[in-house]
């Protein structure tokens, strides 16, 4: 690759991630001002759990559609015309005079949003070599996570002065520059790749990619880990975080928020401390293994110790946000599986388990923690949360055991087979 695509490469995958920040503002605000949603709408936690599951429920259900339309049209047209539908979405959601109207906004911003980091997955696997795919994935991350850094303690402060409902106006107006943003920049491959040249495939050929990736044999046990690890990890930083904070350990909106701030810090710090280790170590799956044990150490650590000091607490919250930048890694060990092909429909197939996941634990979630009775001050009890944390703690171990069974998928090997067809193209 010439410099030159090498720059518009970097400018293409720069605006997607910076689109990337709502998706991630929007899934992780409620972890901020969940209490006040309960408070303002007169709803449960049941009711919090489903309206955040909402999100990943409509995210989930476009996966698959999504890949279809980035192998038939390319990422360009599919994540500009989904990215109207975030708008349309976010502009429900703002207004919502109630609960269920406000649950009809969130699936709709869920499913517009949902094509965001497929389609910057597929760009990346177009324009970068296969070794570079996880350190600029990891990099992605880094930038979109800045959405999650603004709905912590900038959202709980910006809420707390003009409300929340003018905070997410302003980030809906931003949704929709995004999305211009896309289609006057984003280009779907670099000059002569063969995406460009394609014949597109018939919609019964289409079906039948999406069987072969479902056939692969080592993919099935990287879902069941992509199923649960973003899973476990978001519904603590994504929802509960902040309410086990201030109700167990007494922390304000805005301390919770700091706190909450340091683990999305931490997470884009172990984002890029995790990406490049795969070319380090020559391995995905034991990287991806050994970090998705600490996460269930430091829950099972919250699930275990009755009353720990809100020091141990917040320390937890965060070393939990740097150890989950191992799920990049995981997906970068499912990319490995899939051929070039099929890539839209495989990493759509991936992303729908990472996605359905979360919409299934945090759902379940609200009723684990509303099970058990308010105390007198409203707030629920310390083992609500400890029951919640024993429960993610079996599940993450459980996906670990699944995991063991796939195969690894080395950066080394990929790049001895990147070389050999390189060279056979030559000859």
Known sequence: MSPSQRRQGLIVIATMATTYMASHFFRASNVTIGLDLMHDLHIGPEALGALTGAFFFGFSAMQVPCGFFFDRYGPRRTVFGMLLLATVGGTIFTLAPNWPVLLAGRA???????????????LISRWFPPDRFSTVSAAVMFIGLMGNLAATTPLAWAAAEVGWRTVFGGVVAFTAVAAMAVWLIVRDAPPGHPFLSRTPEAPRELLRGLVEVLRIRNLRFILAMNFCNYACTFTVQGLWGGPFLREVHGLSKIASGNVLLGAVLAYQVGS????????????????????????????????????????????????????????????????????????GRGMATINTAVMLGVACMQSASGFIVGAFPRLPDGARPEDAYRTLFAVLTVVLVVAVGIYSRSTDVKPSVEMRAAKAREMAKAG
């Open 272 to 343: 890029l401390v995790f990406g490049p280790l795969d070319r380090v170590f020559d391995t995905r799956k034991r990287i991806a293994a050994t970090g998705s044990l600490l996460i269930a150490g430091v829950l099972a650590m919250l699930a275990l110790w009755p009353n720990p000091p809100a020091s141990v607490a917040m320390a937890a919250i965060v070393s939990i946000g740097f150890f989950s930048a191992c799920s990049s890694m995981i997906m970068t060990h499912g990319r490995g599986t899939i051929p070039d092909r099929l890539i």
């Open 108 to 122: 709709l911003m869920g499913a517009g949003f949902g094509v965001m980091l497929i389609g910057s997955m597929v």
